[in-house]
């Protein structure tokens, strides 16, 4: 079963959070780990990752934190699930072509076709969809 990683789960809380604050307020790691029960360590690199990424931008300072450094109507899911994730693949052949069964493999052209569909589903939904 495909899922989404805790660390993921957990960067697309803080984004939400962070949308519905005021225009430009800064959130820290630990008001939105005590606010949304999350572990600290973890939200802390989910928001690292992010912030390397350009979602969002560290504020140095006493009162410092992250802020929304990018318009999320313009970034897709399959982008933003790439980043946090790595690639979005059902299977690992469907990435990587040093399967040693390709060959012989009855399954790889459908399974290549339902990642090729669960791509294309995911790029139309924007990051702005879950977030807002």
Do not use: W
């Amino acid at each position: 079963m495909m899922k989404i990683t805790k660390k993921t789960e957990y960067a697309l809380i803080a984004l939400k959070y962070m949308q519905s604050l005021e225009s430009g307020s800064v959130a820290n790691t630990t008001e939105l780990s005590e606010r949304h029960s999350i572990p600290r360590e973890l939200l802390a690199k989910a928001m690292q990752q992010m912030a390397r990424s350009g979602f969002i931008q560290t504020v140095s300072g006493a009162k410092g934190g992250y802020k929304i450094n990018s318009d999320f109507t313009q970034i897709s899911m399959d982008s933003f699930l790439e980043i946090m994730e790595g690639p979005l693949s059902l299977v690992i052949c469907t990435e990587e072509h040093d399967c040693p069964i390709q060959e012989s493999c009855n399954i790889s052209k459908p399974l290549n076709t339902i990642n090729a569909k669960m791509k294309l589903f995911f790029s139309n939904i924007s990051l702005a969809e879950i977030t807002s």
